[in-house]
C-alpha cells in the first residue's frame, strides 16, 4: 500500500471529529502514525493493522502512570463511600437521639 493510501486511511482512523478541534486532540496519535508510515524519509510496507497496533503500543511508564491513577480513583471512591456512610449514620443518631 502506498504512503499517500495509508495517511488517507489513518485521519478518519485516529480523528473521528473530521474538523480542527478533533483534529488537534488528536495530533500526537496522529503524528506518531505517520510516523509509522515514513522512517527517515524512507517508505516502509506496512498496513494500517501494524500502525494501530504500534501506535497502541505502551512504554511501562505509561502503564504505571495509568495504574497509579487508577488507584486513586479507586481510593476515592472508597473513601467517598465511607464518608457517606458516616454522614448517614451520623444522621440517624441525630434522629434518634433527639426529643420529637
Not at 49 to 78: A, F, N, T
Request: glycine share 4%; aromatic share 4%.
Amino acid at each position: 500500500m502506498c504512503v499517500k493510501a495509508l495517511t488517507l486511511l489513518q485521519v478518519p482512523e485516529y480523528v473521528p471529529a473530521l474538523d480542527e478541534e478533533g483534529l488537534w486532540k488528536m495530533i500526537v496519535e496522529l503524528i506518531v502514525a505517520f510516523d509509522e508510515v515514513i522512517s527517515l524519509g524512507h517508505k516502509e510496507n506496512v498496513v494500517l493493522g501494524q500502525m494501530k497496533q504500534y501506535v497502541e503500543m505502551e512504554c511501562p511508564e505509561e502503564r504505571l502512570h495509568k495504574l497509579v491513577i487508577e488507584r486513586k480513583i479507586s481510593d476515592m471512591k472508597h473513601l467517598m463511600k465511607c464518608k457517606a456512610s458516616e454522614i448517614d449514620n451520623n444522621r440517624v443518631s441525630c434522629l434518634t437521639s433527639s426529643p420529637v
